[in-house]
Structure formats: C-alpha cells, structure tokens
C-alpha cells in the first residue's frame, strides 16, 4: 500500500523557516519524481515545487523561487522541503505527491494527508 505522510508543518511568524518532510513507504521511492503542493484556505492546488527521482533536477513555482528548496533522501524514502523567509501568503495545507513518472510531474497518483503551514505575526 502506497503511503506518504507530511510532517514538519506548524505556526511561523513571517520571515522564519519550516523544513517539511514526507515519509513515503510501500512502493520504490528512488524510481518516481515527487512533488510538493499546497492549498491555501478558499483557493485551489498549487503545485509548488517538483523534483526528479535522482533529485539531480527540480523546479519551482514563481511564488516561492529562492526561498524554498525541494530535496530527496532515496536511502530513506523521505522527501524534503525547506521553506525560508515566508511570507504570510505562504500560508496553506502542504501535500507531498508521488508523480506518475520518474523525470516530470504531468500527472500525479498518490498524496499524503497534508501538514498546515501558518504564516502570521
């Protein structure tokens, strides 16, 4: 059974840092691009960041472009993302998806249950 479950989330005043981590288990993490994705109250899915299989290649939204930095750990299935300077509109529920295949993120399968992000002072 495929799982990922987020943790790391939590309240931040603007400006401070969070790393999110997304534990993934019962399926060969190292061969599948990964994605992190984020729904802000009363808004829809934005995807924020994606990154290959080797974790040799990654991509970013605008909005978070040189604040936010997407890893990988294949020796321990678990997918990263340290989030810097944030801003209050930063502020949403952070999913972790496994992309359907190993280079791009056209399309994903499966999601964790997310972890909130707060942004405020």
């Known amino acids: 059974e495929v799982q990922l479950v987020e943790s790391g989330g939590g309240w931040v005043q603007p400006g401070g840092s969070l790393r999110l981590s997304c534990a993934a288990s019962g399926f060969t993490f190292r061969i599948y691009a990964m994605s992190w994705v984020r729904q802000a109250p009363g808004k829809g899915l934005e995807r924020v960041s994606v990154?290959?299989?080797?974790?040799?290649?990654?991509s970013y939204a605008d909005s978070v472009k040189g604040r936010f930095t997407i890893s990988r750990d294949n020796a321990k299935n678990t997918l990263y993302l340290q989030m810097n300077m944030l801003k209050p509109e930063d502020t949403a529920v952070y999913y972790c998806k496994r992309c359907t295949s190993s280079s791009d993120c056209m399309r994903s399968d499966y999601g964790g249950q997310g972890t909130q992000v707060t942004v405020s002072s």
């Open positions: 990154i290959n299989n080797s974790g040799g290649i990654t």
